[in-house]
T-cell receptor
């Protein structure tokens, strides 16, 4: 049973517009959420994270929003740039666990 | 150079052969992880290690063996490779203080 779900396998966005990637989770014991970005033939790289005690975290063009009541988080990229074309993985860490659980990823295409 | 490296980057082997994938990190991170990435499945945890000589199973451990005699190395062995183990394998490490994991570049393994 998938605990971290990224229901959109792919997303296309015009350059300069906002990209919104969504993630849903089922376990209310998750207390830390992360986003990773992955280019082809490279390992995932950590992008941004948010603690469950917050509802927003911002880092430059990237903002993550957390809605605990809906068990939903989203990553906003504004403005979208060609280099943002990649696969984005949502991940979550259960409370007092050493591991993180990944979603299946969403492929983002930034169109010129 | 500091960081996390994997070798080989590409490997083709035959069914039934033993294969070892190497992972080395220079950060002295206590935690190390092995994932496989397959289409439609995202990143799935195979094994992880909290410290030297401490290892534990992840989501998909069957057919794999790990060891961690030194903090910096975490080899993954397929004792008798099967076609279903054709995948891209990623090693990652993290510091004990935080959930962010840092990934190696991956090993693409093909079992014929």
């Amino acid at each position: 049973d998938q605990q971290v779900k990224q229901n959109s396998p792919s997303l296309s966005v015009q350059e300069g517009r906002i990209s919104i990637l969504n993630c849903d989770y089922t376990n209310s014991m998750f207390d830390y959420f992360l986003w990773y970005k992955k280019y082809p033939a490279e390992g995932p790289t950590f992008l941004i994270s948010i603690s469950s005690i917050k509802d927003k975290n911002e880092d430059g063009r990237f903002t993550v929003f957390l809605n605990k009541s809906a068990k939903h988080l989203s990553l906003h990229i504004v403005p979208s740039q060609p280099g943002d074309s990649a696969v984005y993985f949502c991940a979550a860490e259960p409370n007092r666990d050493d591991k993180i659980i990944f979603g299946k990823g969403t492929r983002l295409h930034i169109l010129p | 150079d500091a960081g996390i490296t994997q070798s080989p980057r590409y490997k083709i082997t035959e069914t039934g052969r033993q294969v070892t994938l190497m992972c080395h990190q220079t950060w002295s991170h206590s935690y190390m992880f092995w994932y496989r990435q397959d289409l439609g499945h995202g990143l799935r945890l195979i094994y992880y290690s909290a410290a030297a000589d401490i290892t534990d199973k992840g989501e998909v451990p069957d057919g794999y063996v790990v060891s961690r005699s030194k903090t910096e190395n975490f080899p993954l062995t397929l004792e008798s490779a099967t076609r279903s183990q054709t995948s891209v394998y990623f090693c990652a490490s993290s510091d004990a203080g935080g959930p962010e994991q840092y990934f190696g570049p991956g090993t693409r393994l093909t079992v014929t």
